[in-house]
């Protein structure tokens, strides 16, 4: 069988599985339908202050909260990896002659269209919230959610077969995540906080495809921080799928 089918079987496997269950989907957006509803008010008599160019509190949030939504909800992709490996399922893929990357990357297309479906609804919450932006640039700020959130699934996956323990992995993912939430500007720009915090702010590469996401929302796409955001996300996703085909193929050799 060629890598495309072999990859679409994968895929339809794996939606099936969540077709079953599509209460994951929701829960998978609640966090940041909760920040959207509970914190955007908060930002409203605030942002004008911000100096981001836009004063509609939810056209600055909403763009991080998508990329919120790509990089948690992703990398907890690989929970679900574990219970297969557990279960046998890895083993059982093994003995077939499927490419070894097809199994990975059939699972990453399960997770980014299940990231896409969630980065519509809190789209259309955040415009029923008062959220206004082009729709060329929306498109694009969604492109590189999905093109980030495969990055950490893939990611997330390899981490799942390495570690083989939610124990583990999870304190790990939190250890990850916590910084990138404060540091990348998703919340609060960071142009707010003192010099030597946006100085280690520069440093998070999410920071710069959280400032090309809310670039492309309000119609800028030809700023540099659109360039960086998108190559940042890029790279990350090729870093990201090769190390989570090394693992597949090293735990299948």
Known sequence: MSFTRESTIVFRRQIRMNLRNPAWVLIGIMQPVLYLVLFGPLLEPLVSSFGTGTDNAYTFLVPGLLVQLGMFGAFFAGFG???EWREGVIEAERVTPAN??????????RDVSQLFVQAVILVALGYVMGLRGSFGGIVLGILI??????ACAAASNALALTTKSEDVMAPIINIVMMPVLLLSGILLPMTIGPEWLQNVSDLMPF???VDAVRDSFSGSFGTSSVLWGTVW???LAVLGT???TATFRKENA
């Open 100 to 109: 070894r990357s097809a199994l990975l990357v059939g699972r990453l297309m």
């Open 81 to 83: 990896l574990i219970g």
């Open 145 to 150: 959610t999905l093109i980030i959130g495969a």
């Open 207 to 209: 920071k710069y495809v």
């Open 242 to 244: 090769w190390w989570g």
């Open 233 to 235: 996300a890029v790279v």
